[in-house]
């Protein structure tokens, strides 16, 4: 992977492995993305925003031989992302990889939209929306600096238009919008070497997915580490799951 990756890089990016961030990567899909992207061979900058978790994954990475660098980073707090940034130019110099993970939903699958608290949405969109957008806008003039950009959003089935249902409104809402932002993104971001794109990473058990659920985190993880290493002709603007486009 990491050579198909690299041998798509320019001038002195080439000579180096790519750096990725992921947030939310304290446990489930982030995590495992991480981790998967490590393995990979690429550098990877894992945040969460609880240092203490992070850190105690870090150590559990590190016992495998993996050698991720971690920052705080909470997406809903505009301080915590610029310094956040601030550290990575810093520190790093680069952003070639960003993985929008973190997400959270905190509307039940019985609220109807007619009586949905609009704290909650709100609430939800600060994380799953203008999180995202926060990171991105932050990290995007280093992203563009190198030339060279994979923003990977984990969206999800329940933001399908085509599919739309009841229930849980809140997080629908939310990834249909992000599925937007991916798509604008997409646009202008279209010359040069860069890709955004949406993804579904199937019904995973996490804390979210909650331990019913058909897939492991290692499946879920795999369409995201896939977005996150495309060469140069891979596709920009799209929805996925298991590799494959699905509709928006
Ligand atoms: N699991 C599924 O079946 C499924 C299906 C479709 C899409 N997805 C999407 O996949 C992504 C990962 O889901 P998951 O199942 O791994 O969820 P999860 O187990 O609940 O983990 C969510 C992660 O996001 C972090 N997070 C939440 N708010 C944050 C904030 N403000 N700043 C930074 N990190 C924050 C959490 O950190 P804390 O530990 O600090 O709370 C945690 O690390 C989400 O975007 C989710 O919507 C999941």
């Known amino acids: 992977m990491t050579g198909a990756m690299i041998g798509g890089m320019h001038g002195a990016s080439a000579q180096r492995a790519p750096l990725a961030i992921v947030t939310g990567a ?13 393995k990979g061979g690429l550098d990877v900058v894992l945040t969460a925003r609880d240092a ?13 031989g993996l050698s991720p660098a971690f920052h705080v980073l909470d997406v809903a707090r505009d301080a915590s992302v610029a310094a956040f ?35 909650v949405l709100q609430r939800t969109l600060d994380t799953n929306l203008f999180g995202v957008l926060r990171v991105a806008r932050a990290l995007l003039p ?41 798509r604008i993104l997409a646009r202008e971001l279209a010359d040069g ?17 909650g331990p019913n659920a058909t897939r492991s985190v290692q499946e879920g993880a795999d369409t995201a580490v896939w977005l996150a290493t495309l060469a ?7 929805f996925f799951r298991d590799r494959q486009p699905i509709p928006w």
């Open 26 to 38: 304290n446990r489930g899909i982030g995590r495992e993305v991480a981790r998967q992207l490590l």
């Open 52 to 64: 203490e978790k992070g850190e105690a994954v870090v150590a559990a990475l590190c016992a495998e």
């Open 85 to 119: 940034a601030d550290w990575l130019r810093h520190a790093h110099g680069r952003c070639d990889v960003l993985v929008n993970n973190a997400g959270i939903a905190i509307d039940g699958w019985d609220t109807p939209l007619e009586n949905l608290p609009l704290d």
């Open 142 to 182: 280093l992203m563009r600096a190198g030339g060279y950009g994979r923003i990977v959003n984990l969206s999800s089935g329940m933001g399908q238009l085509s599919d739309m249902q009841a229930g849980a409104p809140a997080y629908r809402i939310s990834k249909t919008a992000l599925n937007a932002a991916t």
């Open 193 to 209: 070497d860069f890709k955004v794109n949406s993804m579904c990473p199937g019904w995973v058990r996490t804390d979210m997915g």
């Open 232 to 238: 140069e002709d891979g596709p920009t603007g799209g």
